[in-house]
């Protein structure tokens, strides 16, 4: 650990979480017994059979880390299903010191024949209100000694998607067949940005952002550019997964063409090879242009070391990930699990995995660790967040100063 900067201290102090997707951070106990509740087949009943078999600790590919949605997806067509999960992952999160967590889903893939979009939303922020709501009512929050859990959740609309993947989606495919697939996937996400700027204005639902998330070669941000900008002059924040697995024109294209406040991600944002615009003569100069660009605007980096480890072969361990050159650069970074499940991790272990593998003094480690906060999509007022920001910087004071000093 750098500088003494234990697992004792980390596990301690408040932390943020700003990409975590709820279809992929379920209890695998829950999964099991919601599985055999709604008749949903699996490889294995048991924890170790399903740790062996569907979410293991490394991947051949990113089509097999993404095997496991098909389990968990399937047994997130309900409300009660989908509120209890909600609600276990804000304990799970809430248990290991994050006090502000943003969880995303996408919507229209839980939506079934006797459930809705609007309330599959409606049954997520119930979940997470039951968790915050035990946990802001303890003595020891009311009285100082702990920091209050705070949340929003973002909408996430999908790069592609196919009639098997959900009800809504084989729907909609079907009542627009005369369009081609990118109008279709446009259109999704314009319904999916009208509803949610609708939940948050006139139902006050804490939906907070909106992203785009899947594949990203050949499935371009541009085919959703009418959902970013009913969201953009909505006052809504955005962020979109890219420079997963395609290159800096992704990242470029998700602020330009999309208003992106953060980035999911970012990986390949240095990696100048891997532009394919022919315009682009000095691909070295674009790249700086761009790092430069998202460190002075503040525009944040969710980076998520475990999953870009089990999903990029060509990233062979944390000393060799981007995000040291990216912290170098000045970059609002931030650490986040994405899916809790599917990599088995949690905030506090990728914290350590951060600090065992590159060189931090203990400023940029608080630095990294309050721009968790700093970035967030806070459901209240700025001054709010300003408030709540400075008690978490101070909270990280006491507890450096009792286990670093």
Known sequence: MNHKISAE??????????????????????????AQK????????????LREK???????????????????????????N????????????????????????????????????????????????????????RAEVKNGKDLPFYFGVIACAMRSFNAFMSPYYK???????????????GVASLELARLMVKLAREEHLPVVGFDLAGEEAGYPASDHVEAY????????RKTVHSGEAYGPE??????????????????????????????????????????NYIASERIGVEVCLTSNLQTLPEIKSVSKHPVREMIKRGLSVSIATDNRLVSNTTVSKELELLVKHIPLTRKEFKNIVIAGFKGAFFPGSYMDRRIFVRQVSNRYDELAKKYLD
């Open 171 to 185: 729907n909609l495919i079907g009542a627009l067949s005369q369009y081609s697939k990118s109008e279709i996937f």
């Open 9 to 34: 201290f980390i596990r301690l102090i408040p932390k943020a979480d700003l990409h975590v997707h709820l279809d992929g951070s379920l209890r695998l106990s829950t999964l099991i017994e919601l």
């Open 82 to 137: 989908i509120e209890r999960i909600a609600y276990e992952l804000g304990q799970d999160a809430i248990a290991e010191g994050v006090r502000y967590m943003e969880v995303r889903f996408a919507p229209q893939l839980h939506a079934s024949e006797t459930l809705t979009v609007a309330e599959a939303v409606r049954a997520v922020v119930a979940g997470l209100q039951r968790a915050q709501k035990e946990h802001n009512s």
């Open 229 to 236: 900008k009913y969201v953009h002059k909505n006052f809504m």
């Open 38 to 49: 709604e008749g949903v087949s699996l490889p294995a009943y048991t924890e170790k059979g």
């Open 250 to 291: 992704s990242i470029f294209q998700a602020i330009t063409d999309c208003y992106a406040n953060r980035i999911g991600h970012g990986t390949h944002l240095f990696d100048a090879a891997l532009i394919k615009d022919r315009k682009v003569k000095d691909k070295t100069a674009y790249v700086e242009a761009l790092a």
């Open 54 to 80: 569907v979410f293991k600790k490394q991947y051949a590919s990113l089509p097999e880390y993404l095997q496991g949605f098909n389990y968990t997806t399937a047994v997130m067509r309900n409300k009660e």
